[in-house]
């Protein structure tokens, strides 16, 4: 089973460019989450998506950031413009349903450069 | 997550055992869990522990779980270069993950 895939692996860009990330998730998984890694910090959630409806996009800055699921599969999440403080991880990751026990599998992150 | 709090940094010699800690603030959280991850990669679930256990093992990891205290634990006997990573603990509400800083393990000959 292949696991959640992302890319961009790394981009670098100046500030005020925008800038996107695409996110793949296990098939079959209708949960898909994007958090955000500062360095030396743990993941914080941004939004999490159910099939193609985003749930909570309560942590998302909706002045600059979007993400879409169109056909509940892929994601997208986008930033514009992109600031300096935007520079992070940024992890996507997908999991079977709503229980909490249910295991969030992560990919391997966009690592964003804002110069 | 602020409220989820761990130390920054453990060293252990090759072998020995090592322990981190972390404290939680949810009390309503139905699972805890340990993620690792190493460079470049994302995150891998270790283990986790329901909040009705005081502890689980599982090969080299024990988990322990103080609920009055709010105190999670993740041992690892013998450990081993492989083991050197990031290790996180979270807690979880309904789906929310709420993960701590991180306990940075270097594991060294």
């Known amino acids: 089973e292949a696991g959640v895939v992302q890319s961009p692996r790394y981009k670098i860009i100046e500030k005020k460019q925008p800038v996107a990330f695409w996110c793949n998730p296990i098939?079959?998984?209708?949960?898909l989450y994007w958090y955000l890694q500062n360095l030396g910090q743990g993941p914080e959630l941004l939004i999490r998506?159910?099939?193609?409806?985003?749930?909570?996009d309560s942590q998302l800055p909706k002045d600059r950031f979007s993400a879409e699921r169109l056909k509940g599969v892929d994601s997208t999440l986008k930033i514009q413009p992109a600031e300096l403080g935007d520079s992070a991880v940024y992890l996507c990751?997908?999991?079977?349903?709503?229980?909490?026990?249910?295991?969030?599998?992560f990919g391997p992150g966009t690592r964003l450069t804002v110069l | 997550g602020e409220d989820v709090e761990q130390s920054l940094f453990l060293s252990v010699r090759e072998g020995d055992s090592s322990v981190i800690n972390c404290t939680y603030t949810?009390?309503?959280?139905?699972?805890l869990y340990w993620y690792k991850q190493e460079p470049g990669a994302g995150l891998q679930l270790l283990t986790y522990?329901?909040?009705?256990?005081d502890m689980k093992q599982d090969q080299r990891l024990t988990v322990l779980l103080n609920k009055k205290d709010k105190h999670l634990s993740l041992r690892i006997a013998d450990t081993q270069t492989g083991d050197s990573a990031i290790y996180f603990c979270?807690?979880?509400?309904?789906?929310?993950?709420?993960f701590g800083a991180g306990t940075t393990v270097t594991v060294r000959a």
């Open positions: 990751a997908s999991s079977r349903g709503l229980a909490g026990g249910n295991e969030q599998f």
């Open positions: 098939s079959g998984h209708n949960t």
């Open positions: 998506y159910e099939n193609e409806e985003a749930v909570d």
């Open positions: 949810d009390s309503s959280s139905t699972y």
């Open positions: 522990i329901f909040s009705n256990m």
């Open positions: 979270a807690e979880v509400n309904d789906y929310k993950l709420s």
